[in-house]
């Protein structure tokens, strides 16, 4: 294989990467949450979500540590294609950002344990949970 002739699906990368992020931030617009879409960085994300230990509780690709077999949270490959967050919230950006910044007030008692994230992190996890597959 030449130096121009990359595998299929690594030439169509930074478009589905492109794709995805313009459906997480229509998916917020029009409402009042709709700016807190933009400029989304889900490689930014992928940094924070490593550094947050999410891989302690998750097993999520691309993020080192993840627990395997003991995990205690849901494996988050396909995040994108599931009907709901934590069995109870619709799984719409909107909901995601809300649910990474404050779990315990959504759902008190949970094992997701309130990580005091900003809104910009927020977003820019969810950003990435939205496009691992």
Known sequence: MGPSAAPMSLQF???TSALAL??????????????????ADPNHGR???????????????????????DQIGPP???FFRRASIAGMLPNTP???????????????????PDLGLSDADARDIAAYLYLIR
């Not at 313009?22 to 400029?39: I, T």
């Not at 909107?94 to 094992?111: M, Y």
């Open 13 to 15: 990368a930074p478009i």
């Open 22 to 39: 313009l459906a997480f931030a229509a998916a917020c617009a029009p409402g009042p949450a709709s700016s807190r879409a933009r400029d």
């Open 47 to 69: 940094e924070l979500a490593q550094a947050a230990g999410c891989g302690a509780c998750h097993v999520v690709p691309g993020i080192e540590g993840s627990p395997g077999a």
């Open 76 to 78: 988050l490959a396909g």
């Open 94 to 112: 909107d909901e995601l950002l809300n649910w990474l910044r404050a779990p315990q007030s959504l759902k008190p008692g949970n094992a997701m």
